[in-house]
């Protein structure tokens, strides 16, 4: 059975940092996307960030790039969001999701696999 696990998320000022983590099991990824996105109340489901676990070339939307980081661990079959300088605008519920390619990374239908989700909140 897959599974992808959040974990790392919590409350923090902004201007703060936060790292979550995303542990996979159930089956090999070798290939997949591993991304990251986030949803706020009322708003619909964004693309964060994505990376290929086998080429480890990362991908970033316009709103986090230089802010956030994406990276895994292939030993421990877990990826990563290190989120830095946060704001507000950056809360949501933050979400791992899995696909296989050939994929669109930036739209969430494309991907097969999704966490629960981790909830991020920044005060101001």
């Known amino acids: 059975q897959v599974q992808l696990v959040e974990s790392g998320g919590g409350l923090v000022q902004a201007g703060g940092s936060l790292r979550l983590s995303c542990a996979a099991s159930?089956?090999?990824?070798?290939?997949?996307?591993m991304g990251w996105f986030r949803q706020a109340p009322g708003k619909e489901r964004e693309f964060v960030s994505s990376?290929?676990?086998?080429?480890?070339?990362?991908y970033y939307a316009d709103y986090v790039k230089g802010r956030f980081t994406i990276s895994k661990d292939n030993a421990k079959k877990t990826v990563y969001l290190q989120m830095n300088s946060l704001q507000p605008e950056d809360t949501g519920a933050y979400y791992c999701?899995?696909?296989?390619?050939?994929?669109?990374?930036?739209?969430?239908?494309?991907?097969?696999?999704w966490g629960r989700g981790t909830q991020v909140t920044v005060s101001s």
């Open positions: 999701a899995a696909g296989r390619p050939p994929i669109v990374i930036t739209a969430a239908h494309e991907y097969d696999y």
């Open positions: 159930g089956r090999t990824f070798s290939s997949y996307f």
């Open positions: 990376i290929n676990w086998s080429s480890g070339n990362t």
